[in-house]
Structures are given as C-alpha cells and as structure tokens.
C-alpha cells in the first residue's frame, strides 16, 4: 500500500503540479513544480524563480527518490520561473511542456506567462523548440491527450479570458490549430485529460475540489460532479492533479489521481508560514456509470506497473 504522503520535496518543501510518466529504463518518473517553502521574500515570492522537479520510482510508485531538477529548459538569462509541466511521449521522444514568467515576481498578476515546448529521446536531455502559438499572453497548465483520429489536442489555462480552458490541436506537435475554448464557467486551472470505462474524462482545479467533465469524443463536454473537495486531517483540498491509468489488485481498470495539497498545520525551520508546505498524495478513481468516485482516504494499492 501506498504511504500518505507519497512524496515531499526534501529541498525546498512544496512541490505541485505533479505529472507522471513511465521512463525509457522501465522506471517511473515524477515532474513537478518545485516551489520554495524557505523563501524569506515577501509577497508570492516562493512561488516563483521554481525550478522543475524530478522525483523517480523503481517500485510501481510506492516510494520516490529525488533526482534533482530538470536541467537546461531555461532558453533566457537569469532566474525565471517555471510551472505545472506536462509529459508525454509520441513515437520515440517525449514532449515536455512548461508554463513560463520571466523573473521572479512577488505578486501573482500582471506578467505575462506562455507556455515552452522541449523534448527528449531520454527524459534527462532537453530541446527547445519554442513558445506555443496560443490564445492570449497568459497562459499555463498544459496537458496533452492523443485524439481517436490521430494527433494531438493540448488544453490549457487562458488567464486573459476568464481564467477558463482552451485548446489547441496539432497532428505532428509541431503544427498547431486556431485555439477554441473547451472549458467555459466559473474560473479555474490544471486541466487534465484520460480515459477511463466508458468515457474521457477532464479534471480542473476550482481551488475548492476537483470539477469533473465526462465526454465521448474530447469535444463535447459534460459536468459530473466534485472530487477531493473534503478536508482530512492535517490535509486542505486536493489541488492540481495528474491520471495514469491502471489495474489495482483484483484486475480491475482504475485511475491513479496524483494531486497536491496544502499543510494546515506545521512547523519546520525557516518556513514563516505552514501554509506554504505542501505535499504529494495519492488516490484511487473508479468510474461508474456517468460517474466518478474517489475516497481519498482509502488505501491504495498502488503499481504503477499495472499500467494500461
């Protein structure tokens, strides 16, 4: 069974943003925003000049060694600010996609932020190949699904018309369509796109619980309901959440939801404010029906060996 919590950055105390991926090497690899817990500027400081953690498992997900950052994915001078990656892998390369602010702000408005494309035959050596062609200068949160006619579709935050989620497509991850939104409403961030039983489904962060769209086609979409909205024990909501897709220990299809939450209670030196740690968890989705369902805390067996 899988521990609670499954992984906390042991430098800088609050990763976020976790996104998963099975390496070349049969290894499982955890990307993730590493913010800085221990940052003594004021304001949002600490959730800027972040690098890209990496985190690796050779037990199916059960325990995680850090393995530093992802290096050379900066294309600019001095410290920026990288956020929520996204890795996939098409044919023999994997694609990474990073949210990008120039600098260290200390506020969270008013800076332009794109979203960075690399890849990698390996996940250790990255190539930029540039800034998306997207809806507006405020975008973040990419995540990528591959689309039942072939190709691509990437979803992401668009800050500059109401915090909503758009798309764009693309056969070859090179060319990209016209964006269109996807996701209208109230607003929201961290979209995240899988399939499981019966439907695909779109998680997105309302900062009050998982919103959760089902679809039959990766166009249309449907609201159906909450997830990790509750509190538990020294945990806040779950935040910002990754699928992979498997078979738990009766054979049966699942989803792994990778998430992050906020401490509500800490102490731990250099850190002003609990609120800023922040950990990984991990929980089971099941689908049923039109539905999805997920006791956070359950345990879970988690293998990521069983993978689908």
């Keep these: 069974m899988s521990s609670s919590p499954l992984y906390t950055d042991p430098v800088h105390l609050a990763p976020t943003d976790p996104t998963l991926i099975a390496g070349p090497d049969g290894t499982w690899w955890m990307?993730?925003?590493?913010?800085?817990?221990?940052?003594?500027?004021?304001?949002?400081?600490?959730?800027?000049?972040?690098?890209?953690?990496?985190?690796?498992?050779?037990?199916?997900?059960?325990?995680?060694?850090?393995?530093?950052?992802?290096?050379?994915?900066?294309?600019?001078?001095?410290?920026?600010?990288?956020?929520?990656?996204?890795?996939?892998?098409?044919?023999?390369?994997?694609?990474?996609?990073?949210?990008?602010?120039?600098?260290?702000?200390?506020?969270?408005?008013?800076?332009?932020?794109?979203?960075?494309?690399?890849?990698?035959?390996?996940?250790?050596?990255?190539?930029?190949?540039?800034?998306?062609?997207?809806s507006s200068d405020r975008v973040i949160d990419a995540c990528a699904h591959v689309l039942p006619g072939g190709g691509w579709r990437l979803w992401y935050k668009d800050e500059a018309h109401g915090s909503t989620t758009w798309s764009v497509d693309t056969p070859d991850l090179v060319r990209w369509t016209a964006p269109v939104q996807a996701i209208g409403g109230a607003p929201h961030e961290g979209p995240n796109v899988f399939r499981l039983g019966e439907f695909y489904w779109m998680i997105t962060d309302e900062w009050r619980g998982q919103a959760v769209h089902r679809s039959t086609d990766l166009t249309h979409w449907q609201r159906s309901g909450l997830i990790l909205a509750e509190r538990s024990d020294d945990r806040g909501v779950g935040h910002?959440?990754?699928?992979?897709?498997?078979?738990?220990?009766?054979?049966?299809?699942?989803?792994?939801?990778?998430?992050?939450?906020?401490?509500?209670?800490?102490?731990?030196?250099?850190?002003?404010?609990?609120?800023?740690?922040?950990?990984?968890?991990?929980?089971?989705l099941r689908a049923d029906g039109d539905r999805l369902s997920c006791d956070r805390d359950a345990p879970v067996a988690l293998d990521l060996r069983r993978t689908v």
């Design 31 to 134: 990307f993730y925003t590493q913010r800085r817990a221990r940052e003594p500027g004021g304001g949002h400081r600490w959730v800027h000049g972040t690098d890209i953690g990496v985190a690796r498992s050779t037990d199916g997900g059960l325990t995680w060694r850090y393995d530093g950052v992802a290096a050379g994915l900066d294309p600019h001078p001095g410290r920026n600010t990288l956020w929520a990656p996204e890795v996939i892998r098409a044919g023999d390369r994997y694609h990474l996609f990073t949210s990008y602010i120039p600098g260290v702000p200390d506020r969270w408005e008013g800076h332009a932020r794109s979203i960075l494309h690399h890849t990698s035959p390996d996940l250790t050596d990255w190539r930029y190949h540039g800034v998306l062609p997207l």
């Design 240 to 284: 910002h959440a990754d699928v992979v897709v498997g078979r738990d220990e009766n054979g049966l299809e699942v989803g792994w939801i990778f998430y992050f939450t906020h401490r509500t209670t800490a102490t731990v030196d250099n850190v002003v404010d609990p609120r800023r740690l922040t950990d990984i968890h991990v929980a089971v």
